[in-house]
């Protein structure tokens, strides 16, 4: 099964365990297919919600190997990029 793009994004105020959550949220719901607004529709079925939990752990893994105690910094320490200018928050 092909691996999923996970978005996202620190600034959004991402916590580490969102995709982990996610998944287990998807189970308890039993979806059997999911339209989002980045990606075609997909059928869901346990193999899927299998990789999208370890593609979870695996991210988790990696957000506490790299980011401190909860993994966010705090805001006035943040900055911002965008195609022609940056802003610190």
């Not at 193999?47 to 939990?53: A, S």
Request: hydrophobic share 35%.
């Amino acid at each position: 099964m092909q691996r999923e793009i996970l978005n996202y994004q620190y600034r959004n105020r991402f916590r580490r365990d969102d995709f982990i959550q996610s998944a287990a949220l998807y189970r308890r719901v039993a979806l059997v297919s999911m339209i989002t607004g980045h990606w075609q529709g997909r059928e869901v079925d346990e193999d899927y919600l299998q990789l999208l939990t370890e593609q979870g752990d695996e991210l988790a893994a990696l957000h506490d190997g790299l980011l401190p105690g909860d993994g966010m910094l705090p805001r006035r320490t943040a900055t911002w990029c965008s195609s022609s200018r940056s802003t610190s928050g």
